[in-house]
């Protein structure tokens, strides 16, 4: 007899020794939530991260930004009461800031390092915070984006009232407002934050930089190691684009700061603005080249619409200034097309998503559908169609034809009555497929209806559908739906599907090693689908599951609606 096993522990070698931690301290006064990330290596030192405002889930550079970085990384929400803070306080009661110095420095405890061996980084709420923390409680170094100094006056601001009522109390009075906007400039008047590495990066283009920056860098006065990096450049026109520009230059300081180097930049203005010149030259031969740029950005299907909305221009600059462009949709297939309007909309950012030698804005550059339900596909028949964008500017000539293409890579499956609707795209193309909802009936299709229920026009149905060989392994594997059909119509309605591999295997073919184990469909939530479109009468049941390039269907039954 084999001797028994001892339990399974974890391979130490499949360890992600990096992977982030996410988690609330409770040591201090007030719960903090926080982020953070080991050391690659010996790395012997930590980034605290403070967040700006509306970082996306609290958290800035909580993505790829900071993937590069050898060091400790902690990143610490602002986010207490269901506010913003500034890290600082709630109605004049520092706790939040005494909590949040508390768990850095138990942080530092557990990795052995020192104040010295931090620094800190933010962007604007999160670059106050640095420059505040830094400069109160002497942690060396401090990489602030685009801070406010003035932080009063900046959150009893009525934009930002609600913040300023948290932190100031109700009625934000005056002397509270004096306060906080003396925080950070009166540590500087004191001492010019001597000890520090300070590096600021900022922009003349930032709408705050009048008030919040250009008054403050005298301050910096007895600080040996001051940097300002000051952006000029095309692709930076507002607050909000700082930061993204100087990610690369930003990184580049944090490493070397986590490598013991301590970069001496002075007073160091970066970008590019081009001769006015030569840029209208090129801008204008640009025009008059055979190219047309269409990027569907958002996508959806409602029913018989489609959704379709994104960026479609002509690239370069036209001799006339300002032209009218016509903007339609082109649906090509089996021999055919159709074309349908779309409306002009404005388009944000196109000097950056699209810049090529030179920034260009293309503020009508956006298209949307006419109609606020979409775009009918109405007369579309069964088949697979490419989409592209006709754009024609009349005082120009230009009549120009472009594949769609889209910005992030998309899969949406939805059912129409007696069709389902499948909208793909990538970087290459869109394609539309039409095709009736009831598909293949396949031997190799594995179907069991474990579980039905009618209530009225309520409908419930749950089971197991997959097809042997094409692999079920994931929740995304496929899309399922009810479908009832009459003589006198058809209607179809979406379906949910579960993990239940204790039911799934029992179907699973002797021999056969893939896994289905997501095999198994059900109404959402188990709570039933409430057929109210449909017709009274008898009806087929069918379960039909979509995946890629089939569709497979299988009877369950019928049913009746009265």
């Known amino acids: 007899m084999n001797s028994a096993l001892p339990p399974l522990v974890p391979n130490a070698a499949a360890i992600d020794r990096r992977a982030i931690v996410s988690g609330t301290d409770t040591a201090g006064l007030v719960p903090v939530e926080y982020k953070f990330r080991p050391a690659d290596g010996d790395a012997r030192h930590l980034i605290v991260v403070f967040s700006g405002l509306g970082a996306p889930k609290g958290y800035h550079f909580a993505g790829k930004s900071l993937e590069s970085q050898r060091a400790n990384i902690l990143w610490i929400r602002d986010h207490f009461d269901e506010h913003y803070s500034y890290y600082m306080c709630r109605n004049m009661s520092f706790d939040i800031e005494f909590s949040v110095l508390s768990l850095i420095d138990r942080t530092l ?25 830094g400069l109160k409680y002497g942690f060396r170094n401090i990489v602030s984006v685009v801070p406010q100094f003035l932080i009063g006056d900046y959150v009893s601001d009525p934009r930002r009232a609600t913040t300023g009522r948290y932190m100031l109390g109700a009625d934000m009075p005056q002397q509270n407002v004096d306060a906080l906007n003396h925080a950070i400039p009166d540590m500087l008047k004191s001492y010019g934050a001597q000890g520090h590495n300070v590096y600021l990066i900022t922009s003349e283009a930032d709408e705050q930089y009048p008030v919040e920056i250009a008054p403050h860098l005298n301050l910096f006065w007895n600080c040996q190691n001051f940097n300002v ?92 200034g300002e032209v009218q ?34 920034a260009s804005d293309y503020a009508d550059g956006g298209f949307a559908p006419e109609h606020p339900n979409g775009i009918a596909m109405t007369g579309i028949p069964s088949g697979r169609f490419d989409l592209s964008i006709r754009l024609t500017s009349p005082s120009e000539g230009i009549d120009r034809r472009t594949p769609l293409v889209a910005k992030r890579p998309f899969d949406l499956r939805r059912p129409f009555r007696g069709t389902e609707i499948c909208l793909t795209g990538d970087d290459k193309s869109v394609k539309l ?22 209530k009225g ?16 392994a994931q929740h995304s594997h496929a899309s399922y739906y009810l479908v009832l059909r009459n003589a006198q119509g058809t209607y179809s309605y979406r379906l949910g599907m579960s993990g ?11 021999g056969d090693y893939n896994s289905y184990d997501y095999g198994y469909f059900a109404t959402s939530g188990y709570k039933g689908i409430e057929a109210k479109t449909a017709e009274p009468g008898d009806y087929e049941v069918f379960i039909s599951m979509s995946r890629e390039g089939a569709l497979f269907s299988a009877p369950a039954g019928t049913v009746r609606l009265d």
């Open 457 to 472: 026009r309520v409908l419930h149905v749950e089971g197991v559908f997959f097809v042997h060989g094409l692999s079920a």
């Open 109 to 133: 405890a557990g990795l052995n390092l020192t104040r010295g061996d931090v620094s800190l980084f933010g962007v604007s709420k999160g670059g106050s915070a640095a420059l505040y923390y």
């Open 500 to 510: 239940k591999p204790a039911v799934v295997r029992k179907h699973v073919r002797r």
């Open 433 to 454: 497929l039409r095709r009736p909802i009831i598909g293949h009936v396949s031997p190799e299709t594995a179907f069991s209806l474990e579980k039905t229920w009618q």
């Open 325 to 358: 462009t016509l903007k339609h949709l082109v649906v090509e297939g089996g021999g055919k097309s159709w074309e349908f309007p779309l409306a002009v909309t404005p388009a944000e950012h196109t000097y950056s998503f699209y810049f090529d030698q030179y």
């Open 229 to 320: 990096i000051r952006t000029k450049s095309d692709m930076v026109r507002a607050h909000g684009e700082v930061s993204g520009y100087n990610m690369p230059l930003m990184n580049g300081i944090l490493s070397a700061l986590t490598e013991g180097a301590e970069p001496r930049l002075g007073f160091l203005e970066n970008g590019f603005t081009p001769d006015p010149g030569t840029r209208r030259h090129v801008m204008l031969e640009r025009r008059h080249a055979d190219t047309l740029l269409a990027v569907l950005k958002k996508q959806d299907i409602r029913a018989n619409y489609l959704q379709l909305s994104g960026d479609a221009f002509i690239p370069g600059e036209s001799a006339y």
